[in-house]
């Protein structure tokens, strides 16, 4: 069983159809790049998969559940997680605060008027691991609207990772990034992979990074799925070449 | 001490030295108002209107919706509590009380119907709302008085006979008052430092952020919906029993208006922000009324300024953060 | 018979000023996403700077120059207390129209005095239109506010979507970043926008006067039901309002048929009824709440 399974996915806006019979899985442990041209449908099949529009047809199936017209919310609380090509955060809340909110929904919390402090010990370290694994200690009491834009990505991906989530969706992690940010983002998803397991699959067009870490590679063109399968298997790849690497010729 | 630290929204500590130094200044008020030739009842009538202030700011300052209709929550708990006084009990504490529930479930039925909306949408259809309740009470003559008003009921006082407290004097009353407002604060507080309230902010922040955290934001915010409409339905009690009357303006949706200004006025995103701009708005509407039949039009233009030049309110301008 | 017609007729009637007032909401909206609170208080004072003009100009010039004078007001205030506000929070407009509003009707109470007065119309249509047959309720005034309100619309959509000002307004209204980028002064756009709002809700409150009577607190009587018929109607949709309104309008009517009291029940009964079905009204676009 995959962990992420996408059935024939299809969705049109008006007359654009921006996501056209759409499959592929992705693996447990996998670290999988979506990659492709501005309108190819990436950020759009993300919102099927995250669960923010509903596809026209098709499925979608987390752990071998079906979780096609299942709610955000519950997918986030069955273990799917995702970042925004903008990213969405807590603006007026620091950097610590963003987090603790994070790790208190993940721990079941969130509803509750009273805190015993053993759990309110939890969430604390919880929180101090965050910050100190993201090196955002320095930054921790910092409102995050006033961050960097590379910060505020990290910030985002440490909400993701605040849930404890296995599947994380990645929307152009390192877009706006410095190369020494985009450098520490590359580093903390292999981490992310190697120690605690947890499946990316990430839009990208930074190609330094997808050649980085990806473990497969799925090509998106025009809506559909042109090309899938690993590095060399997609820079081989004709079509793809066609679409999307352009007549710079191929990397690798 | 400075006058920043009043101001702080961020939930840190449930009672503070802070707090305790405003509750004991309120227990002064009535003594500071004779002092300036005023009277009891007008901090009686500020502390009610804080309440009804701080109990919408849950959901507009922490849980970032602005509701319109709030105006419903407080009427609905002054024509409660009048009718609970004019047939079911003498005692003012129960007749206070009866409003929380009243409020919260009315809050729960109209929530559920606009939580799906958001911003200013949900804004407007609050509006319809609270002139639908105004509509009820202007119309049911047999239950509410109708245009006239709830009349013939009056504070009794507190406790079984023996042990019974009268709360018919100004002063009395204004200690009762206190009170509640002491305990309600404490709830506030209690609730705003929670994890529930924290959740709130998420809410207010980035509701897209919200959802992608597992929260159901819409259920969350019926929630805060219902708690926010509870503690002004309370306040509506208070003041019910202030005027002994309850009226069908109560329930008018500027009155609404008038305590969306308040929350705003005083700052939003402090936690006595809305205390203060009661007061403001309630002391400068006593001052200006006894010099002019449309001091209205000056507390309008005055907020019109306040809206163009201080959008966080006084209390966000005393305590804004570098 | 002659009774449900009559109600329905005056249902019409009425929903024409709704309607009116309606239209001219989601016309500012539309561009300035700003719900105008203070809608009902330019309606009040259009109607008195009209009654104030009626000695020297007649009906026909006050109304013309009242609601004219009214939206030139407007489009000063638009570019001085608005403006500044459509970068931020949405909130804060919708509270600057608040206290818009308060400010309106207080002024109006001042210059006027807060007592009503009646507002004559002219001769000419203070008579029935079918003396004598059982259509006799039929005045011409009647008739006429339907027309006149019927002929704005049609106006307004044939300016909306033959002229180039139209155009650019409609433009405006799907996609200002663009049209800003293309050159286009996009803010005076808004202020004509609000302006022409207002002239409409401007020419409501005269209309509305002759039938109803002028007094302070009508902006406020007449801008409940204005909301619903928004909402009905269909946020996003300008005919939509405009239909709203009539419907609103004849549905207060006929329910007035009962009780006086379930005119306005009835009012608040079709929201609950639309929101429950057709959260997005009966015109709407989808996607305007989410």
Redesign the interface.
């Given at each position: 069983m995959s962990l992420l399974q996408v059935d024939g996915v299809s969705k049109a806006f008006g007359r654009l159809l921006a996501v056209n019979r759409v499959s592929f899985r992705v693996e447990e442990g996998e670290v999988r790049a979506i990659i492709g041209p501005n309108g190819a449908g990436k950020t759009t099949l993300f919102a099927l998969v995250s669960g923010l529009i509903r596809p026209d047809e098709g499925r979608v199936y987390f752990r071998g559940k079906e979780v096609t017209y299942l709610p955000p919310h519950l997918r986030v609380r069955l273990g799917m997680a995702r970042t925004f090509q903008v990213p969405q955060v807590l603006p007026e809340l620091t950097v610590e605060e963003n987090f603790r909110i994070g790790v208190e929904t993940a721990l079941g919390l969130s509803s509750r008027l009273l805190l015993p402090s053993g759990l309110a010990a939890r969430v604390g370290e919880r929180v101090a691991q965050l910050l100190d694994r993201l090196r955002l200690e320095e930054k921790a009491k910092k409102r995050v609207g006033v961050l960097s834009h590379g910060d505020q990505r990290i910030v985002e991906i440490g909400l993701a990772l605040s849930l404890g989530a296995t599947l994380l969706l990645l929307d152009e992690p390192t877009a706006g990034m410095s190369d020494e940010e985009t450098l520490a983002t590359v580093r903390l998803i292999r981490e992310l992979r190697e120690k605690e397991g947890v499946t990316v699959v990430f839009i990208e067009h930074d190609m330094r990074v997808v050649f980085g870490i990806a473990d497969r590679i799925t090509v998106l063109h025009l809506g559909e799925v042109l090309a899938e399968g690993t590095l060399e298997d997609v820079a081989r790849d004709e079509r793809v070449q066609a679409a999307y690497l352009g007549t710079e010729g191929v990397v690798g | 001490m400075k006058v920043a630290a009043w101001f702080s929204y961020t939930q840190g500590r449930w009672i503070t030295s802070r707090d305790l130094a405003l509750f004991a200044l309120l227990l002064l008020l009535p003594w500071g108002l004779k002092a300036v030739g005023s009277y009891t009842a007008l901090g009686t009538y500020i502390l009610v209107w804080g309440l009804a202030a701080m109990g919408l700011n849950l959901l507009i300052g922490y849980a970032g919706q602005v509701s319109f209709g709030h105006a419903a929550f407080l009427g609905l708990g002054a024509y409660t509590a009048g009718l609970m006084l004019k047939h079911a009990t003498h005692d003012t504490l129960l007749a206070t009380l009866a409003a929380l529930p009243v409020g919260a479930l009315a809050a729960l039925v109209l929530g559920s119907l606009v939580v799906r909306l958001k911003g200013i949408y949900f804004a407007t259809f609050t509006i319809v709302f609270s002139q639908l309740f105004y509509f009820v009470a202007f119309q049911w003559n047999e239950l509410t008085g109708g245009d006239d008003g709830l009349r013939g009921f009056a504070r009794q006082g507190l406790g079984p006979p023996g042990l019974h407290l009268d709360l018919n004097a100004s002063e009395a009353y204004y200690y009762f008052v206190w009170a509640v407002f002491v305990l309600s604060v404490l709830a506030l507080r209690w609730i705003v430092t929670s994890p529930l309230g924290r959740s709130f902010l998420a809410l207010r922040e980035n509701p897209i952020r919200a959802r992608f955290l597992g929260m159901n934001v819409e259920r969350r915010l019926l929630v805060a919906f219902a708690l926010s409409a509870s503690f002004t339905a309370l306040a509506g009690a208070l003041l019910a029993q202030l005027i002994n009357f309850a009226q069908p303006s109560m329930l008018h949706w500027t009155t609404s208006g008038e305590l969306v200004m308040m929350a705003f006025l005083g700052g939003r995103w402090a936690f006595y922000g809305p205390l203060l701009g009661a007061a403001l708005f309630r002391i400068m509407e006593e001052m200006l009324s006894s010099r002019t039949e449309n001091w209205m039009l000056f507390l309008g233009i005055l907020f019109i300024l306040a809206v163009l030049f201080f959008p966080r309110g006084i209390a966000g301008f005393l305590g804004r953060r570098e | 018979m002659e009774l449900l017609l009559f109600q329905l007729m005056n249902g019409a009637v009425v929903g024409v000023f709704y309607g009116l007032m309606a239209l001219g909401l989601a016309l500012i909206l539309s561009l300035t996403?700003v719900?105008n609170?203070a809608h009902g208080g330019f309606l009040v004072l259009g109607a008195y700077l009209a009654y104030t003009l009626l000695p020297h100009l007649g009906f026909w010039g006050s109304l013309i120059l009242g609601a004219a004078l009214l939206a030139l007001l407007a489009a000063g205030l638009e570019r001085l207390?608005i403006r500044?506000?459509y970068r931020?929070?949405?909130?804060?407009s919708?509270?600057?129209t608040?206290?818009?509003?308060?400010?309106l009707?207080?002024?109006v109470?001042?210059i006027w005095g807060p007592v009503g007065v009646p507002f004559p119309i002219p001769q000419a249509l203070g008579s029935p239109l079918f003396p004598g047959t059982p259509l006799f309720f039929l005045s011409k005034y009647r008739v006429f506010i339907i027309l006149v309100g019927s002929g704005l619309v049609l106006l307004l959509f044939l300016f909306l979507s033959r002229t180039r000002l139209g155009l650019y307004i409609r433009a405006a209204a799907q996609d200002n970043e663009t049209l800003s980028a293309l050159g286009t002064n996009v803010w005076s756009l808004y202020t004509l926008s609000f302006a022409l709002g207002v002239f409409l809700a401007g020419l409501a409150g005269v209309l509305a006067a002759g039938q109803l009577g002028l007094s302070p607190t009508m902006g406020?009587s007449l801008l409940?039901p204005s909301?619903?018929a928004l909402?009905v109607g269909g946020?996003g949709s300008l005919g939509g309002a405009f239909l709203g309104g009539i419907l609103v309008g004849m549905v207060s009517g006929l329910a007035g048929q009962f009780a006086a009291?379930a005119s306005?029940?009835s009012v608040?009964l079709l929201?609950?009824l639309v929101?429950?079905f057709r959260?997005r009204g009966l015109f709407g676009q989808e996607g305007?709440?989410?």
């Open positions: - | - | 996403r719900i609170l207390v500044p506000l931020r929070d949405p909130l804060e919708l509270l600057l608040f206290g818009l509003a308060l400010v009707e207080e002024a109470r001042m406020n409940m909301f619903v909402i946020v009291a306005e029940f608040y929201l609950a929101l429950l959260p305007f709440f989410e």
